[in-house]
């Protein structure tokens, strides 16, 4: 199966987890919402398929760039 990687555009703290293993997502549903200068900014799904894992957890720290999830196709 394939996988794909959730990657954070911004640095930021995780406020909400919006999916979770195992659930179902499509291309372009948020995954989880990172705070950054007041605002809530969500991280969505490059693609389609099943939440294998989550990487983060509400109120840690994420770096832009990171790998936060990953879906398997």
């Not at 549903?29 to 294998?52: R, S, Y």
């Amino acid at each position: 199966m394939a996988e794909s990687r959730v990657v954070t555009e911004v640095a930021g703290r995780v406020c909400a987890l919006a999916a979770n293993p195992g659930d179902r997502i499509d291309e372009g549903d948020d995954v989880i919402l990172v705070e950054a200068m007041k605002m809530e900014l969500p991280v969505p799904a490059p693609g389609g398929g099943t939440v294998k894992t989550v990487l983060v957890q509400i109120d840690d720290v994420v770096a832009e760039g990171q790998i936060v999830a990953i879906i398997e196709a």
